[in-house]
């Protein structure tokens, strides 16, 4: 290759998502991680208060799901799921199942949690399709909702993100329902009700479902109320329509039950899993589905039009059977709630009187810390702002990932990983208060 063609090569050529930059200050480089600590090219550590990206929900180097990744790579790395199988991929399906409700008893692999999305909303329209009622394509979704980048995934999402525009025409048939949210302009809790149901009994005939993240994550951490599920649990039943509960965030223990629907009693027809579903130790995902839409399939003798090569890997599997195990752990889920508890008691309690400083939401370690403007006024902060913020927590050796739903909510995620103790929730809080700042 000659010079001139090498001087012509980016010093920098791998795109990172979401980022259109050189690599540089913005860029934390990490090279290791124990326990709830990452550590970068210098050295410095930092304590990870989003577990990854939300999906190392057992911290770094856990000795269980190391030993399940070692076995299984020793055994076989890789089995085609279209006429090979595998014991441990098999199990795992079993496990993630027996962790659920009678109404899931079926199973799909995918790799990403926008692939779970993509794969609930292929169900819900060929499941009615498959009962003669192809009048019932769309589904509804919510204004203020996440679901993942890829297009179906995308065109599910409520949150008006600049990734999604000018890559239209995006998948159509959805149909968006203001998310029931204090910040937002809203009437009581019957009147919210109220909306939701009129909008089954005005499109109830060309609904196929409702794809729903029970505590809205990437919009703000926003937690649906129970009233609000369990009403359209009742709906989508009244119109033969499906429920699926995006749980690429919520599931897997980060609410402090093994499923944020267990709050609320609503169980779905579809669950869609990613993220902690093996620790975020491998890339996997899941969706789990209901009897009555495995036998439309069965029915009519057909598959399910769903395979990506890399679904369903074994050792990602092995993975995931060593989270459940120590998810079983006596103790662990309590802990995460316990936690959860502490934390949010200890900002509410340390920042109460930093100006900037609104709320805390969320449920265990899925918590959202809701910043206002204090110098122009309004709920919201200023972007360039927030971002600077997040670079000082950074540099004082916290890790958080904003959120910005523009008008609406903006502040940071913190989902730290489930072995953190009351003494590092202590110096999460110090670092966050000495950042803020008070009065
Ligand atoms: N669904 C929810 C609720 C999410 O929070 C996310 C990611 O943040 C996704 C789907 C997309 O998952 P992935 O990034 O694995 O595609």
């Known amino acids: 290759m000659s010079t001139m063609q090498n001087t012509q090569k980016a010093v920098y050529p791998l795109i990172h998502p979401l980022k259109n930059v050189q690599l540089g200050e913005s860029f934390t480089s990490l090279l290791e991680g124990s326990g709830i600590y990452v550590r970068d090219e210098n050295g410095k550590p930092y304590i990870d208060g989003i577990s990854g990206l939300w999906n190392v929900s057992l911290g770094y180097g ?10 299984q790579l020793d055994r076989i790395p890789f089995v085609n799921l279209v006429d090979q199988t595998n014991p441990t991929t098999v199990k795992f399906a079993q496990e993630l199942l027996a962790l659920t409700p009678e109404r899931l008893s079926r199973a799909i692999y995918t790799c990403t949690g926008s692939e779970s999305a993509e794969l609930a909303i292929k169900l819900m329209r060929k499941y009615q399709s498959l009962r003669g009622l192809e009048q019932k394509q769309n589904i509804v979704a919510l204004s203020i909702s996440y679901h993942g980048t890829y297009y179906g995934a995308m065109s599910a999402s409520g949150i008006d993100r600049e990734i999604s525009r000018g890559y239209g025409p995006k ?34 005939d060309r609904i196929a479902g409702m794809i729903v993240e029970p505590i809205i994550g990437s919009g703000g951490t926003i937690p649906l109320p129970d009233a609000f599920l369990r009403k359209i649990r009742e709906l989508c039943d009244l119109h033969g329509a499906l429920l699926a509960f995006d749980e690429v965030a919520t599931g897997m223990g980060r609410t402090g039950r093994m499923f944020a629907f267990e709050h609320s009693g609503a169980v779905p027809d579809i669950l869609c899993l990613s993220k902690g579903i093996n620790s975020g130790y491998l890339p996997l995902g899941a969706v789990l589905f209901s009897e009555a839409i495995y036998r439309e399939f069965a029915a009519a003798n057909l598959h399910i039009e769903h395979l990506s090569t890399q679904n369903g890997n074994p050792i990602a599997c092995a993975a995931g059977l060593a989270t459940i195990e120590a998810l079983n752990q006596p103790g662990m889920l309590e802990h995460v709630s316990e936690m959860g508890e502490l934390l949010r008691e200890l900002l509410n309690e340390e920042l109460a009187d930093c100006p900037a400083f609104l ?54 995620h913190l989902y730290p990983p489930f072995i953190i103790s009351a003494q590092e929730v202590s110096k999460i809080v110090g670092i966050i208060k000495k950042t803020l700042g008070g009065r």
């Open 62 to 71: 856990h000795p269980g799901i190391r030993q399940a990744i070692l076995e």
């Open 171 to 204: 998948v159509p048939g959805f149909l968006f329902h203001d998310t029931p949210f204090s910040s937002l302009e809203r009437g009581s809790e019957d009147e919210e009700l109220r909306a939701i149901e009129e909008l089954f009994e005005r499109e109830g």
């Open 359 to 412: 709320e805390t939401r969320g449920k265990g370690l899925m918590i959202g810390v809701a910043l206002q403007d204090d110098l122009a006024g309004g709920v919201c902060m200023e972007a360039e702002r927030l971002s600077a913020l997040i670079g000082r927590l950074k540099q004082r050796g916290l890790i958080v990932y904003p959120f910005y739903t523009p008008g609406v909510t903006t502040g940071f």
